[in-house]
């Protein structure tokens, strides 16, 4: 499976983006698929996941103010952010596994597959 990240980019707080990640070689329609996010020099957090059950999982920092959503026919997984802040700066990443237990859905040491990465900084 190869994730292509995208969506980025640099906003004003207070402003929305929406990121998207693209997958190839195989459905992701019965994965676990999420976002992480990571500060140089920290260590990579958990944001978001959605489960092939459409079930979802939120970290405190972003809930109510980000969406994750999944588009199977498309191959797709999506990270709506509104309301964001300075503190939401940082390389956002997506990832799938295929056997992740719910226990573990915000470890990143977890998920099988990987994006690239991209950036999302938000100015004051």
């Known amino acids: 499976v190869q994730l292509q990240a995208s969506g980025g980019g640099l906003v004003q707080a207070g402003a929305s983006l929406r990121l998207s990640c693209a997958a190839s070689g195989r459905s992701l329609s019965r994965a676990t698929l999420a976002w992480f996010r990571q500060v140089q020099g920290q260590e990579r957090e958990f944001v978001a996941a959605?489960?092939?059950?459409?079930?979802?999982h939120y970290a405190d920092a972003v809930k109510g103010r980000f969406t994750i959503s999944r588009d199977n026919a498309k191959n797709k997984v999506y990270l709506q952010m509104d309301s964001l802040k300075p503190e939401d700066t940082a390389l956002y990443y997506c990832?799938?596994?295929?056997?992740?237990?719910?226990?573990?859905?915000?470890?990143?040491?977890?998920?099988?597959?990987w994006g690239q990465g991209t950036q999302v900084t938000v100015s004051s």
């Open positions: 990832a799938a596994d295929f056997s992740i237990i719910l226990s573990s859905i915000g470890r990143p040491d977890q998920y099988d597959f």
């Open positions: 959605i489960r092939s059950s459409r079930s979802t």
